[in-house]
């Protein structure tokens, strides 16, 4: 799949996944506020300053690309077929630094909650989830 787009479109598509603000994490902002939940954006006192915080339910919420972040089984979460070396170099580091991130705010008391970018393209699912996700019983 990746070996068929043009190195322009790759690179497009590379962007608009690592950036912030990026497509999916609109969705879930918009998705969250029509839910009634309070919550604040890229929080940077905390550990890998996540994209939504909700303060009340001591709860951050990462909105994770599916490629830069390896959602293990999804299609997203391709290898591309040249330089396998250092592609594996950098999965390894983005999920390294995912994981220290997670136990760091954990370790503050925070719960880590993720959605991936492709579960943000079904807004019933996504609904579902950060109802589960932000009013636990
Ligand atoms: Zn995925």
């Not at 919550?39 to 006192?45: A, G, I, S, T, W």
């Amino acid at each position: 799949m990746a070996d068929i787009v043009s190195p322009a479109r790759r690179s497009e598509m590379m962007s608009r996944i690592r950036g912030k603000g990026t497509k999916p994490e609109l969705v879930v902002r918009s998705a969250a506020h029509r839910l009634g939940f309070r919550f604040r954006l890229h929080v940077r006192k905390l550990p890998g300053s996540p994209d939504l915080v909700f303060p009340g339910r001591k709860t951050a919420l990462f909105v994770h690309g599916c490629f830069w972040h390896r959602h293990e089984g999804c299609p997203y979460c391709y290898v591309p077929k040249s330089n396998i070396q250092i592609w594996h170099e950098k999965f390894e580091k983005n999920v390294a630094r995912d994981r220290s991130v997670q136990a760091g705010l954990e370790g503050m008391g925070w719960r880590v909650a993720i959605i991936w970018e492709c579960e943000t393209t079904d807004s019933d699912g996504l609904h579902k989830r950060l109802k589960e996700m932000l009013c636990p019983r």
